[in-house]
């Protein structure tokens, strides 16, 4: 998972610097720019001063290669960048073909490296138009692109439409961005990319569309029930509207009725917590207070996600029985550090309310949970989930549940499942991007 945005126009790298603080919720781990500048496309870590018609901009959260550093954009001989959102599964594939076809050896981890080599060769070799409908054929994964190829700005989105991707304008230029909402911010007219849709931006003002395969589509649920901002819409649907269906779907599924009042774990949970509490009748408190100058814990790197980033209301709690709703449970870390901090403080009882589904299958297409050990409802029943974490309830939404509440049935809910939108075989995918991380 990453944010990416681009602007092509005049003042290029105003429009990018003022897209930045509307996307790193997506990727904490550094944000990094390129701009034409010239007739060269240059890396920068700040473009404030810089006079450009063309600039990318990406927040890293990897989900494949070293954590702790900003690679994206990928620039290639000053001809090439390239910045994206997802996961392309099957690099290893790409490496191999790389090496086969194209003469070229790479030795990475990182599927963004392979990614920009397989695409620049392709363009190098077949053009823009046959190379990009190679690229839907051949990729395999979730990727929304933004890539700079000569005087072309390329914006791809992958078939199955797993992350999202918009375009927009102000009349100065055309802006590309992760989220509707960082359009919207900045007063522009906006269109999501279609799924297995590309848009070829030519400089001279040239602009035309390519279609690629017909597949069923897979919108991630986990932008819906946590990454994306509620002011976006994702294929369509608004997603504060989803993450408030998903609250009320919990509400109709109580059966405690000893509730003093419902608090949400912050951010994320913050609008299923106020539908649930609603639907519930009953007082939503803030008794959990996050530091919110310490970022999302959940897209972390491995060595940060031990940070403390949560207090409890100890007199607001003491004697009380509480609901907390959170959007989801993956590897447990919150509740294991919030739990204990409430019983410490006196709760009488803490019933858990989920607007999801467990999670027990790896992702491969743009979240960085890849292994199964390492998610807390893997192998255990939603008792032993229970147990663990210390609650004295423990409810989930089902799959058909979540799927009504967002309003769609064209989901990938894989990590639910292991029903995954193409083949892959999970113990190759669970090697491929956890060596050397």
């Not at 070229?104 to 990182?110: D, G, R, V």
Request: hydrophobic share 40%; aromatic share 10%.
């Amino acid at each position: 998972m990453c944010g990416i945005w681009a602007f092509l126009g005049i003042n290029a790298a105003n429009y990018v610097a003022r897209l930045t603080p509307w996307l790193i919720h997506r990727g904490q781990e550094g944000v990094s720019y390129v701009c034409r500048v010239g007739k060269s496309l240059i890396k920068l870590s700040n473009v404030l001063s810089i006079s450009s018609t063309l600039c990318l901009g990406h927040a890293r959260y990897s989900t494949s290669g070293p954590y702790g550093v900003e690679l994206q954009p990928i620039v290639l001989d000053h001809d090439f960048a390239l910045i994206f959102n997802g996961t392309i599964s099957n690099y290893v594939e790409l490496i191999n073909r790389l090496r086969r076809d194209f003469g070229i050896s790479i030795n990475t981890n990182y599927d963004a490296l392979v990614l920009a080599h397989y695409m620049r060769e392709l363009l190098i070799r077949r053009g823009i138009d046959d190379g990009i409908n190679e690229l839907f054929r051949t990729l395999r994964g979730g990727y929304s692109i933004i890539a700079v190829w000569r005087d072309s700005l390329i914006i791809i989105r992958d078939p199955w439409g797993f992350r999202p991707l918009a375009i927009g304008s102000d009349g100065s230029g055309i802006a590309v961005a992760s989220e509707s909402a960082a359009l919207e911010a900045l007063g522009m007219a906006w269109r999501e990319v279609e799924p297995s849709r590309a848009l070829i931006l030519h400089e001279s003002g040239r602009e035309y569309w390519l279609e690629g395969p017909k597949v069923r589509r897979a919108y991630c649920a986990l932008e819906y029930i946590y990454f994306l901002r509620p002011d976006s819409y994702f294929n369509g649907i608004n997603v504060y509207e989803a993450r408030s269906r998903l609250g009320m779907a919990l509400a109709r599924k109580e059966v405690v009725r000893d509730i003093d009042f419902v608090t949400p774990i912050p951010e994320t949970a913050r609008i299923a917590a106020e539908a649930y509490a609603s639907g519930v009748g009953k007082p939503i408190r803030e008794v959990i207070i996050k530091n919110r100058y310490v970022g999302r814990g959940f897209i972390k790197p491995p060595r940060e996600r031990s940070m403390d980033m949560y207090n409890v209301v100890r007199s607001a709690v003491k004697g009380a029985s509480m609901v907390l709703v959170d959007d989801s449970i993956i590897r447990g870390d919150t509740l294991r550090k919030v739990l204990p901090k409430l019983r410490a403080s006196g709760v009488r009882a803490v019933h858990v309310r989920v607007s999801s589904p467990p999670i027990r299958y790896p992702c491969f297409m743009g979240m960085d949970f890849p292994t199964r050990r390492e998610l807390v409802a893997h192998g255990r029943s939603i008792e032993e989930v229970r147990k663990y974490l210390g609650a004295d309830s423990l409810v989930y939404l089902t799959v058909d549940e979540l799927m009504d509440s967002i309003g769609t049935t064209e989901l990938c809910t894989a990590c639910f499942t292991g029903n995954y939108p193409f083949t892959l075989s999970i113990e190759e995918a669970e090697e491929a991007f956890t060596g050397g991380r």
